[in-house]
Nanobody, 116 residues
Framework: QAQLVESGGGLVQPGGSLRLSCAAS????????MRWYREASGKEREMVAH????????NYGDSTKGRFTISRDNAKNAVNLQMNSLKPEDTAVYYC?????????WGQGTQVTVSS
């Protein structure tokens, strides 16, 4: 049974940093593209960051480019999101996503709140 479990969310002040982690199990992690999405209250879910199966290609949403960094460790079945220079508008539930040509898995989400 495929499972994605996010961790690392919490409350942080503007300008601060957080590191989200996503632990994968129940599927062949290295064969999946991994993404982070977020969903703010009253808004549509948006892609935050994307990393290819071997980690050589990364892409970011316009609002997070230059501040967020996605990475993965295929040996540990994990993907991370380093978030720096956080802003109040980064407040959202952050979701880990694993996708290939056949399957699409989601985690349960972790809340990130940026507030003073």
């Amino acid at each position: 049974q495929a499972q994605l479990v996010e961790s690392g969310g919490g409350l942080v002040q503007p300008g601060g940093s957080l590191r989200l982690s996503c632990a994968a199990s129940g599927f062949t992690f290295s064969t999946y593209t991994m993404r982070w999405y977020r969903e703010a209250s009253g808004k549509e879910r948006e892609m935050v960051a994307h990393i290819s199966r071997d980690g050589t290609f990364r892409n970011y949403g316009d609002s997070t480019k230059g501040r967020f960094t996605i990475s993965r460790d295929n040996a540990k079945n994990a993907v991370n999101l380093q978030m720096n220079s956080l802003k109040p508008e980064d407040t959202a539930v952050y979701y880990c996503n694993a996708i290939n040509s056949r399957y699409n898995y989601w985690g349960q989400g972790t809340q990130v709140t940026v507030s003073s």
